[in-house]
């Protein structure tokens, strides 16, 4: 089905960021999403494709930067402790910055913003945990601040919801959420090896 975006409308660059001319965004990859009341549907397939979005931007040389969020002592994003960590398929290696966020929009409040202007590119590339929220706000944070974000969708997850309408499945809101960041926010493209 053939729609025109908010994105066509606008004249926007519908081109996907090159790695090696953008700055890589993780974000959330916590274990947080991989067990227990937030583990989410389809997450070691979406944590295998960031595995591989990960080392393709460090042969490429692109700067990486990683985020968490921090929920606070006790919850299931503690990131004091094992549950809240980095999962070690994508854990930072020295130089590459942790962001700690507590709210979606990963630049809210953080030093996200200092750390992309630093790397030096308006290209952003932005993938992971959970794709109707984290990633989808950060995708719009920024491009509020007019960074061109390109989201990878295989290395994105998220989890089934309800409404008090109806139940939303997994994929449901996986794809309604990359349809909303492709209508205005920046580009989706399905895997890592749309990038060039």
Same mark, same amino acid.
Request: glycine letters at 8%; hydrophobic letters at 45%.
């Given at each position: 089905?053939?729609?025109?975006?908010?994105?066509?409308?606008?004249?926007?660059?519908?081109?996907?960021?090159?790695? +090696?001319?953008?700055?890589?965004?993780?974000?959330?990859?916590?274990?947080?999403?991989? @067990?227990?009341?937030?583990?989410?549907?389809?997450?070691? +397939?979406?944590?295998?494709?960031?595995?591989?979005?990960?080392?393709?931007? @460090?042969?490429?040389?692109?700067?990486?930067?990683?985020?968490?969020?921090?929920?606070?002592?006790?919850?299931?994003?503690?990131?004091?402790?094992?549950?809240?960590?980095?999962?070690?398929?994508?854990?930072?290696?020295?130089?590459?910055?942790?962001?700690?966020?507590?709210?979606?929009?990963?630049?809210?409040?953080?030093?996200?913003?200092?750390?992309?202007?630093?790397?030096?590119?308006?290209?952003?590339?932005?993938?992971?945990?959970?794709?109707?929220?984290?990633?989808?706000?950060?995708?719009?944070?920024?491009?509020? @601040?007019?960074? @061109?974000?390109?989201?990878?969708?295989?290395?994105?997850?998220?989890?089934?919801?309800?409404?008090?309408?109806?139940?939303?499945?997994?994929?449901?809101?996986?794809?309604?959420?990359?349809?909303?960041?492709?209508?205005?926010?920046?580009?989706?493209?399905?895997?890592?090896?749309?990038?060039?």
């Amino acid at each position: 089905m053939a729609t025109t975006t908010l994105r066509d409308l606008s004249g926007f660059d519908q081109t996907p960021a090159s790695l +090696a001319g953008a700055t890589l965004i993780l974000i959330d990859y916590q274990n947080t999403y991989t @067990r227990g009341v937030m583990e989410l549907t389809g997450w070691q +397939a979406a944590l295998d494709a960031g595995a591989d979005l990960l080392a393709r931007a @460090r042969s490429a040389a692109a700067p990486v930067l990683h985020v968490v969020n921090d929920g606070g002592e006790g919850t299931p994003y503690d990131i004091r402790a094992e549950i809240g960590a980095i999962h070690p398929k994508v854990a930072p290696v020295e130089g590459e910055p942790v962001v700690v966020k507590t709210a979606p929009n990963a630049f809210l409040d953080t030093d996200l913003a200092a750390h992309v202007d630093a790397a030096g590119h308006k290209d952003v590339i932005v993938a992971g945990f959970m794709t109707h929220m984290c990633v989808a706000f950060t995708a719009q944070g920024a491009f509020l @601040r007019g960074n @061109r974000p390109t989201v990878v969708a295989d290395a994105c997850a998220t989890r089934p919801l309800a409404t008090a309408v109806a139940g939303v499945s997994s994929d449901q809101l996986h794809h309604g959420a990359l349809a909303t960041i492709a209508d205005l926010y920046g580009v989706v493209v399905p895997s890592a090896a749309s990038l060039t």
